[in-house]
């Protein structure tokens, strides 16, 4: 990537730090949201709960949450491409004497900072209502990365199905088809209290196995289990997210680039 490339970019994200400092509710709801379902499932829902092998709701429920976080990411990103495409910007910049990628990469930039500091604000949350790491310090930050790299995994996918939806209205169809997958996991409850093909569903969900692998790396309980998939639920937290790069990142930017065609 040249220096132009790299300044354009920057001016990208730019753009979008810019539009935080002038919505800031908008922001804050973002921000909020997560703690809240978190809160509701912890103390309105929680006491109901077991957890495989013992061991306290609020120690599996947390990290779960932090993975369902970064899936849920993707329909602001599906939002910001529509909006843009339905206000002409994205044509715009296409229009002027700027690196193509730049609108793509100020995107993807922008929207890991807003995940990160989304996950900073739940990792807070969770500290405040008494969840705890046992893991050192070195597992603790894989533990982010592995949330960080589905993030991103699902950005692309965002970018993608934004720009295949084409409006703004849309985006609610594709929210309707994302909760149940988010749900469709290991965030809430163990797969082993679903039915039988339930179950199986849940196990090899790509998020079930990022939040196995850091209630793992986190030290909770719950982070095991009796499937391939759990066992391996490391493995499968890194390969998971990137498949889906291999399979939307291309088809992302093919459908950028035919967006003037």
Same mark, same amino acid.
């Given at each position: 990537?040249? =220096?132009? =490339? ?9 753009r979008g730090l810019a539009h935080w400092t002038r919505q800031p /509710? ?15 499932? $912890?103390?309105?829902? !929680? ?11 609020? +120690?599996? *429920?947390?990290? !779960?949450?932090?993975?369902? =976080?970064?899936? #849920? !990411?993707? +329909?602001?990103?599906?939002?910001? &491409? ?7 910007? &994205?044509?715009? #910049? ?5 690196? @193509?990628?730049?609108?793509? /990469? ?6 890991m900072l807003q995940s990160a500091l989304g996950l900073l604000v ?9 969840? @705890? ?16 790299? %589905?993030?991103? $995994?699902?950005?692309? *996918?965002? &970018?993608? %199905? !934004? ?7 849309? /985006?609610?169809?594709?929210? &309707? *088809? ?13 797969? +082993? ?16 196995? =990022?939040?196995?692998?850091?209630? +793992? ?40 680039? @035919?967006?003037?065609?």
């Open positions: 990537m040249t =220096t132009a =490339t790299l300044i354009d970019s920057w001016t990208m994200t730019r /509710v908008q922001v804050a709801v973002q921000l909020v949201f997560p703690v809240m379902m978190l809160v509701m499932f $912890a103390y309105f829902l !929680g006491g109901g709960m077991t957890v495989p092998g013992g061991g306290d709701y609020k +120690e599996y *429920l947390v990290p !779960g949450t932090f993975a369902l =976080t970064m899936v #849920f !990411g993707l +329909e602001g990103t599906m939002l910001a &491409i529509t909006q843009d495409l339905n206000k002409g910007v &994205i044509d715009r #910049f296409r229009s002027m004497p700027m690196a @193509r990628s730049a609108v793509l /990469v100020g995107r993807s930039v922008l929207d739940l990792l807070g949350a969770g500290l405040a209502m008494g969840w @705890r790491w046992h893991g050192g310090p070195g597992d603790a930050l894989l533990a982010v990365g592995l949330l960080l790299w %589905l993030r991103f $995994a699902m950005l692309w *996918l965002g &970018i993608f %199905l !934004g720009m295949a939806a084409g409006r703004p209205e849309m /985006v609610q169809a594709v929210q &309707i *088809l994302v909760w149940p997958v988010g749900f469709l996991s290991n965030v809430f409850s163990s797969p +082993e209290t679903m039915p039988g093909w339930l179950g199986a569903l849940a196990v090899w969900n790509p998020m079930s196995a =990022t939040a196995t692998a850091i209630r +793992e790396l986190f030290g909770g309980p719950g982070g095991g289990g009796d499937s391939w998939a759990a066992d391996h639920a490391q493995l499968l937290s890194v390969c998971w997210p990137l498949a889906l790069i291999a399979v939307f990142l291309p088809i992302a930017v093919r459908s950028y680039g @035919r967006l003037s065609r």
